[in-house]
Every structure is written in structure tokens, then in C-alpha cells.
């Protein structure tokens, strides 16, 4: 083991103070950082349809630029015929959606639970709602709801600016910047570096696209099967289901749970739950038997109990945010582990000289 010595010690000193700058910096810009990485996951999801014309013949500058313009009319047509199709299913499900509404609700599937099981105690749901509703309705709380809504709009104007100009460079010049990248690497950090940076980008984009596809297919079918069922604001919870769907394990209940809920909204009774129930049924046979041997054939491969303790842990340190983000993150913590301790029983890079065998 290399041992401390005072010629090391304002090498310490000059790595903790890089550190707590890099540390700031990222706390400080952290909204424009948010903006780089989605741009650099937009980048993954998007590379092969470059990579694919650039193979035949085309410049990539150009074929970065026709993709970019490509996505950006996809997202005018969108906002133009099926985004207003949302809105206005959402604010009419808004006007539904109160207390009276969640307590009928509430009463209703008490009183069958009841009756299938007696020995429950009276009002253990009710009396829970009505709870977290006032709670909720706190004028305090609504000012800090209607802040956070001010901040999305603002958020969305700002990556409106920033995605399309970042994600058309990270196209174009994603082999530049990772060579740029990498001249700051010492020598004999340098192909496990490489290693790590090229099986990240592989792994993680062969599970944006999945995960892309499958929520695209999954939010698609729900909609037709909850339209066949009858409910009438179909196109919204379809969609919903399909973004809940990128959560595994866990984001096929949040379907279930929330089709069934607008199902009583919009009936104020339960004629169509059985139906709506159905359709997400259906949609999730499709994709366990269909999309996903089809889609992550080729994804990498984790463990699905680990998979399970990994959104658990994700959940508890970031909600919902942690679950979206805990699997790109086990991926990557998962390579960098993997190559170092590779490279440490094969190129002995972390062992100073004397420790190394002759």
C-alpha cells in the first residue's frame, strides 16, 4: 500500500478543494446540469437513427441536423392534436376530482370491503381521506402547489431553449467531447476509463430505447383497450399508464389503481371499473408475453429480485424520482465496479510500482 507521506499531502489538499468546487458547482447549476443529462439521454435514444444514416452516405452534421428538425415537428404535431386531447381531459377531470369525490369513493369501496371483511374497524379508510384532504386544501399548501406549477411552465420554456441546441451537439460531436474528455485521463487510467465510459453508453442506451418503446406501446394499447372499455378520458390515463410503466414492478399498480379511480369519477359508481380493469389487464399480458422478450432482449441484464431492492432503495431516497432513476444508476454503478475490478487483477493501475508482480 502506498503509504501518506508530506510530498502527497498538497495533492490531497488540491483534490478535496476540486472536489468541493465540482461538488458546488453542481449543486449551484444543478436545474442546467438536470438539462444536460436529458439531453444526453435524448442523445442515446437517438444515435443509432444517426449513426444509421450517416453509414449511408449522409454527413452526420446533416443527418443530425434532419433528425433534430424531425423530432421538433413530431412535438409542434403533438402539441397541436393529441397534447390539447390531454389537457382538456385532465381539466375535466380536475373539475371532478374534489373531496366529495374521493369520499364517495372512499365510503364505497369501504362499505364492500366491509362486507367481505366484517371484522375491519368502521371508517379506517374515510376517516384517513378526510385527513390527508385537509391537510392538502391548507391555503399554504395550495400557494406552494401553485408556485411549483409557475416553476414547471418556466422549466419548460427554459428546456424548450436549451434541449434541442445541447442534444443536437451531443449528436454531432459525442465522439469529439469524449476524446476531450479523455486527454485529461493519465496513461495508465486510460483504457479502463475508455472501457467504463463506452459500456455505459452501450447499456444505458439499449435501455433508453426500451424503455421508450415499451412505455410508447404500453401507453398506445392502453388507450384503445380503455376506450373499447368506455372510459371516456381514455387518451390521458393511457398515457399516464405508459409513463407509470417505466417503473418496474411498481408502476403496473400505479395503472391499475389510477384507471380505477377515474373509472369511479367518471361513472360516480362502479360499472366500469371491472372493464377498465380488464383492458390494463390485457395491455400488461402484451407486455410481459410480447414487448418486453421482444424489447429487452438485448438491455442489460440485472437480477429481478435486485431489480425489485433496487426501486425499493431508490423510492425511499428520492420517491418517485429514485424510482425513475434507480436502474440508469445501478447500470452505471454497476460497470464502473465491474472495470475496476478488472482492471485491478489484470493491469494492477491503483498499485504503485514496488506492489506490482515482475
Not at 453542481?26 to 450517416?54: K, T
Not at 374515510?126 to 391548507?138: H, L
Not at 465522439?175 to 485521463?185: A, E, N, T
Not at 465496479?337 to 485491478?344: K, R, Y
Request: charge should be neutral; glycine fraction near 6%.
Amino acid at each position: 500500500m502506498t503509504q501518506f507521506s508530506a510530498e502527497n499531502l498538497p495533492r490531497l489538499v488540491g483534490y478535496t478543494i476540486v472536489a468541493f468546487i465540482t461538488a458546488f458547482v453542481f449543486w449551484r447549476f444543478s436545474a442546467l446540469f438536470g438539462y444536460l443529462v436529458v439531453s444526453l439521454v435524448l442523445s442515446y435514444i437517438l444515435d443509432p437513427i444517426v449513426s444509421r444514416m450517416q453509414s449511408n452516405g449522409m454527413n452526420r452534421t446533416l443527418a443530425t441536423f434532419l433528425v433534430i428538425i424531425s423530432v421538433i415537428l413530431l412535438l409542434i404535431w403533438a402539441s397541436t392534436t393529441i397534447i390539447p386531447n390531454i389537457g382538456n381531459q385532465i381539466g375535466r377531470l380536475a373539475q371532478q376530482f374534489n373531496v366529495e369525490t374521493i369520499n364517495f369513493i372512499a365510503r364505497t369501496i369501504e362499505e364492500y370491503t366491509l362486507q367481505l371483511v366484517p371484522y375491519l374497524p368502521q371508517g379506517y379508510l374515510t376517516n384517513n381521506v378526510d385527513s390527508f384532504f385537509n391537510r392538502f386544501f391548507d391555503l399554504q399548501n395550495v400557494q406552494n402547489v401553485v408556485g411549483n406549477l409557475l416553476g414547471i411552465f418556466t422549466n419548460l420554456f427554459t428546456a424548450a431553449l436549451i434541449l434541442p441546441f445541447s442534444t443536437f451537439f451531443f449528436l454531432k460531436d459525442g465522439s469529439v467531447l469524449r476524446r476531450k474528455v479523455l486527454q485529461f485521463v493519465p496513461n495508465k487510467y486510460f483504457e479502463t476509463t475508455i472501457n467504463i465510459i463506452t459500456k455505459i453508453e452501450i447499456r444505458l442506451g439499449t435501455h433508453f430505447r426500451a424503455i421508450a418503446l415499451q412505455s410508447t406501446l404500453v401507453a398506445f394499447f392502453s388507450w384503445v383497450f380503455l376506450s373499447m372499455a368506455g372510459l371516456n378520458n381514455a387518451l390521458s390515463v393511457g398515457v399516464a399508464i405508459g409513463i407509470a410503466n417505466t417503473i418496474p414492478y411498481f408502476g403496473p399498480i400505479l395503472g391499475y389503481l389510477l384507471s380505477i379511480i377515474i373509472a369511479i369519477i367518471e361513472t360516480g359508481d362502479f360499472s366500469l371499473v371491472i372493464n377498465c380493469i380488464i383492458a390494463v389487464m390485457i395491455v400488461q399480458i402484451m407486455d410481459n408475453v410480447l414487448f418486453q422478450p421482444a424489447i429487452f432482449s438485448k438491455a442489460a441484464d440485472i437480477h429481478p429480485l435486485m431489480v425489485l431492492f433496487i426501486i425499493l432503495i431508490g423510492a425511499e431516497l428520492a420517491g418517485l424520482l429514485g424510482m425513475l432513476i434507480a436502474i440508469p444508476t445501478a447500470t452505471i454503478l454497476r460497470v464502473i465496479i465491474t472495470e475496476i475490478t478488472w482492471s485491478l487483477k489484470n493491469y494492477f493501475v491503483f498499485k504503485s510500482k514496488h506492489e506490482q508482480p515482475l
